[in-house]
């Protein structure tokens, strides 16, 4: 008897054939499957691993770009300038007062009566010009008397020469005594004394009457006038004497100017000097430097100096206030630097140079002060690289970095 399983349809068989196959099927694909899905996964931890060392180098290179941006910011950038050599001319401004380079007082050397006069306050007049008359009839008698005294004394002069000639000649033979020839000879010269003295008076008034006219002694400009027509001139010693006019030359003026102590030494004859006026802006008028008192005032420590300038138009007038710029070189071998370099530290005065990359603090001294400048008299050099404006912080040792399209400008 066929066992009953031997005996199924042939449906059967065929389908149980069918589900070996598949099963079979499903075994071979399973390993496939699991190195596919173990060789993404590699590939995603490869991928993950790259993009975490990608990340962690990225951070890196940023801290260390970071670390150098910060360095270097860490360095300042200064300007710097290089000392000028040589301190500038020294120019100082003072004030003074212009004066006629010649202001006399006119008087009257004769007594009188003011007749006339002829120029007023303003005029300009030539030396020699007639300025006044005077009429003086006292002097003008006085002359007549002593020149009839003066021919009476040439008279008795004659006489007494003509009888001592006579009496020298008559002594030879005797006739006269010469006792009496002495007393001759005597009283001429007795006479030709009395005949001189009288000469002398007549020549006194004659001075004195040619005093009736007054004449300009020098070329200038009439400043004052004091008298008028009618006048009584006394030139007497028993009054004090009132001037006729005030004259004044200014072809030329002299203005005194106190220059302080400590310029002194540069205030030497021969220096130039400009003189200007509010009333003339912009207008400068040269003058020299033409002597000092070579002493200093010990109340106002000073010494006085004299400059002349020259004044052919009359365009300064005496008496005017004006400003003398006096030019005063220095002696001293010298540096200016700018006023905002300095370093006003308990060390003293310093300024910041660049040497070698790096900031060093040098002490100096000052000299004079111009404003926007100062004079360093010791502790630089032209050469040296002086920092602009700096940082109070700022001390020896400090790296700098210069800006170089400054620098190469040599600064302000």
């Known amino acids: 008897m066929i066992p009953e399983e031997k005996t199924k349809p042939a449906s059967e068989a065929s389908g149980s054939s069918s589900q070996r196959s598949l099963a079979v099927t499903a075994q071979g694909e399973g390993p496939r499957r699991s190195r596919k899905t173990t060789l993404i996964l590699a590939l995603l931890a490869a991928c993950l691993a790259a993009v975490i060392i990608a990340g962690i180098r990225s951070r890196v290179d940023a801290e260390t770009r970071l670390a150098a941006v910060t360095n270097q910011a860490a360095i300042p950038t200064v300007y710097v300038v290089h000392p000028k050599e040589g301190a500038p001319t020294q120019e100082i401004v003072l004030p003074g007062t212009t004066e006629a380079f010649t202001d006399t007082p006119i008087y009257a050397r004769t007594n009188g009566y003011l007749k006339s006069w002829h120029f007023d306050i303003g005029a300009h007049v030539r030396k020699g010009q007639l300025l006044a008359e005077i009429d003086t009839p006292e002097v003008d008698q006085q002359l007549q008397q002593a020149r009839a005294d003066f021919e009476t004394a040439q008279a008795n002069l004659q006489l007494a020469k003509t009888t001592a000639d006579r009496w020298q000649f008559l002594v030879k033979s005797g006739s006269v005594s010469k006792q009496e020839t002495d007393q001759a000879v005597s009283n001429l010269a007795a006479t030709k004394a009395a005949a001189d003295a009288s000469a002398a008076n007549v020549r006194r008034l004659e001075q004195l009457q040619s005093f009736e006219k007054v004449y300009a002694p020098f070329d200038g400009v009439i400043t004052a006038r004091n008298t008028d027509f ?183």
């Open 230 to 412: 009618g006048d009584l001139i006394d030139a007497g010693a028993n009054a004090e004497p009132q001037p006729l006019f005030r004259m004044a030359a200014i072809g030329r003026l002299r203005v005194y100017v106190p220059v302080p102590e400590v310029d002194a030494p540069a205030a030497r004859p021969g220096a130039s000097a400009l003189l200007t006026l509010d009333e003339y802006p912009g207008q400068d008028f040269h003058g020299k430097l033409v002597r000092t008192s070579d002493s200093i005032n010990t109340s106002s420590r000073t010494l006085l100096v004299e400059v002349d300038v020259d004044n052919p138009t009359g365009k300064l007038l005496p008496g005017a206030y004006v400003f003398v710029h006096l030019q005063l070189p220095m002696e001293v071998r010298s540096v200016t630097i700018p006023s905002n370099t300095l370093l006003f530290r308990r060390e003293g005065l310093q300024v910041s140079l660049v040497r070698g990359g790096k900031a060093q603090l040098v002490p100096v001294k000052i000299g004079r002060d111009y404003g926007g400048s100062v004079e360093i008299v010791s502790g630089l050099t032209p050469s040296d690289s002086v920092i602009l404006d700096p940082a109070d912080s700022l001390v020896s040792g400090t790296p700098v970095e210069v800006n170089q399209q400054f620098s190469a400008g040599g600064g302000q």
